[in-house]
């Protein structure tokens, strides 16, 4: 079984819920040593005095707060726990608020509750008081030598306790070059906004995270496979030359067209009703009649100027058309 990160209560008015906090993520990064690139070996770390330059064992090390420059205060574990024993123990609800007010750029992260011994029943009735209430529970604790604000929300059968950042964390958007609020300001227009929301709709499903994965990871891998079976351990690939891009244009000028891709109304493709509105039209145009252009003054003076070549005394049938002439190649 995971082991508990911290132990304590959950303070709810006169109300102590003892409980355990155990990490709910698991970082699956790729773990890469660090080699000497001369022979290929790991490259170590090690604790040492810096004033004798040896090499300083765990068990011989404490932690210390440098008030001014090379003078320390030693601060144990029990000296960090005596400066406020509440706050190491306890997770203190302050108040609760709708899951909405709280902005995802508060989160950090998260943790499970477990009830820690003749808890369970407690734990029970304050998380289905957050579930029937729709609300999140504002607290905060210390977990190893910092104070957190945190959110007591629940997920399925569990507490969740999700640190938060405060609010002077935070960095104010208006550091930063936005589009106008606006959307006429920013130019969009009510054709846009409905072609993207048909994109949104065609593109909505239920949440399912299982249908997700690190790809970039595997794809990682599936290069050291390659490596390792083309005998290329210990190959360095130097960076290619980078080509020079064209500085792209900042403005997308046809949006709608891309919009048109995204919902898969590409125009350079024909599909079967596109094709039988084009067939038809083209065969309604050959219906109609052609119109006769009337000739110039020009022209026709230039047409009595020729003499007329008589092929036939014979006028063509009605319903058929008179063969047209062959040019002859000079």
């Not at 083309?230 to 244009?249: F, G, L, N």
């Amino acid at each position: 079984m995971a082991h508990a990160i911290w132990k304590g209560a959950i303070s709810f008015g006169l109300v102590h819920i003892p409980v355990e906090l155990f990490s709910a993520v698991t970082d699956n990064a790729l773990d890469l040593t660090m080699l000497d690139k001369r022979d290929f070996s790991p490259v170590g770390f090690r604790r040492y005095n810096k004033a004798s330059g040896k090499e300083v064992k765990w068990e011989d090390i404490v932690k210390g707060y440098e008030y001014k420059p090379d003078e320390y205060v030693v601060l144990s574990d029990e000296d960090l726990k005596q400066a406020n024993v509440k706050a190491t123990q306890t997770i203190d609800i302050q108040s609760f608020v709708d899951a909405s007010e709280v902005p995802l750029t508060y989160y950090e992260q998260p943790y499970f509750l477990v009830p820690d011994r003749g808890g369970d029943k407690v734990y029970a009735l304050l998380r289905e008081t957050l579930r029937k209430a729709d609300k999140v529970a504002i607290a905060e604790v210390v977990i190893r030598t910092k104070q957190h604000l945190c959110a007591l929300l629940t997920i399925d059968d569990a507490i969740v306790l999700n640190t938060l950042r405060y609010s002077d964390e935070i960095r104010d958007t208006d550091e930063l070059k936005l589009p106008a609020k606006s959307v006429k300001t920013a130019g969009i227009s009510d054709k846009e906004i409905d072609m993207a929301m048909s994109l949104v709709d065609g593109m909505t499903e239920t949440w399912n995270p299982a249908q997700y994965h690190d790809t970039y990871r595997e794809d990682v891998l599936a290069l050291v496979k390659k490596k390792v079976k083309a005998r290329q351990t210990k190959t360095i690939t130097m960076p290619e030359a980078e080509k020079e891009e064209k500085p792209r244009s900042a403005q997308v000028y046809d949006l709608v067209g891309l919009l048109q891709q995204s919902l898969g109304k590409k125009p350079a493709k024909t599909t079967k009703t596109t094709a039988r509105t084009t067939a038809k039209a083209v065969a309604d145009k050959a219906s109609k009649p052609i119109p006769i252009r009337k000739k110039t003054n020009a022209a026709v003076s230039k047409s009595k100027a020729k003499p007329v070549t008589k092929t036939s005394n014979a006028a063509p049938a009605k319903g058929k058309a008179a063969a047209p002439r062959q040019r002859r190649s000079a």
